[in-house]
């Protein structure tokens, strides 16, 4: 059974940073694309990053490029993202999704990062 | 890169059809067919409903359909059943591995 399991999620000051991380399990994670995707609460989705099954080519939305990175520890089955810099509107539910077809197939349940002072 | 386009709201009666307009512009909608659809219900994650405009995952009801004409796709369920309520959204793949989403539909069955 294929399970995403985010963590890392929490209550961070503007201008910090966080590291949300993604346990992945029952399929061979070092062969698949790998997505972050967030939620601000009562709003819709917003893809964010993705990146190949062996790390070497990464990809983002415009609003992230610079302050967001993704990464992935294949040994580990994890996939990772940093936030730096974080603002008010950062504040989101953060959720990792495999990708399939253009798409996303299997989505952890997510990951609530809140930037407030 | 802007949302694609959803109606807020639809509605529908058990056992009617409901059908969700996704509209987007020839950049994304209507350059690939790369159109997927989620059913996300309150405080889980989404969950993939159809993929390359009209691929049904195995597992999802028949009752779930999609199709796509020029910048819109459309998503229909047929025969609704009180637990299609829920929010949907599309995607579409827009070019230089960037992606978005509709801006999300809530479908209520009366």
């Known amino acids: 059974e294929v399970q995403l399991v985010e963590s890392g999620g929490g209550l961070v000051q503007p201008g910090g940073s966080l590291r949300v991380s993604c346990a992945a399990s029952?399929?061979?994670?070092?062969?698949?694309?790998m997505s972050w995707v967030r939620q601000a609460p009562g709003k819709g989705l917003e893809w964010l990053a993705n990146?190949?099954?062996?790390?070497?080519?990464?990809y983002y939305v415009d609003s992230v490029k610079g302050r967001f990175t993704i990464s992935r520890d294949n040994a580990k089955n994890s996939l990772y993202l940093q936030l730096n810099s974080l603002r008010a509107e950062d504040t989101a539910v953060y959720f990792c999704?495999?990708?399939?077809?253009?798409?996303?197939?299997?989505w952890g349940q997510g990951t609530l990062v809140t930037v407030s002072s | 890169q802007s949302a694609l386009t959803q109606p807020p709201s639809a509605s529908g009666s058990p056992g009617q059809s409901v059908t969700i307009s996704c509209t987007g512009t020839?950049?994304?909608?209507?350059?690939?067919?790369?159109v997927s659809w989620f059913q996300q219900h309150p405080g889980k994650a989404p969950k993939l409903m159809i993929y390359?405009?009209?691929g049904r995952p195995s597992g999802v009801p028949d009752r779930f359909s999609g199709s796509k004409s020029g910048n819109t796709a459309s998503l229909t369920v047929s025969g609704l059943q009180a637990e299609d309520e829920a929010d949907y959204y599309c995607?579409?793949?827009?070019?230089?591995?960037?992606?978005?989403f509709g801006t999300g539909t809530k479908v209520t069955v009366l």
């Open positions: 999704a495999r990708d399939m077809n253009w798409g996303w197939d299997f």
């Open positions: 029952g399929f061979t994670f070092s062969t698949r694309w």
């Open positions: 990146i190949k099954p062996d790390g070497s080519e990464k």
């Open positions: 020839s950049s994304d909608v209507g350059r690939y067919n790369y």
């Open positions: 390359e405009v009209s």
């Open positions: 995607s579409s793949y827009a070019a230089s591995n960037n992606f978005v």
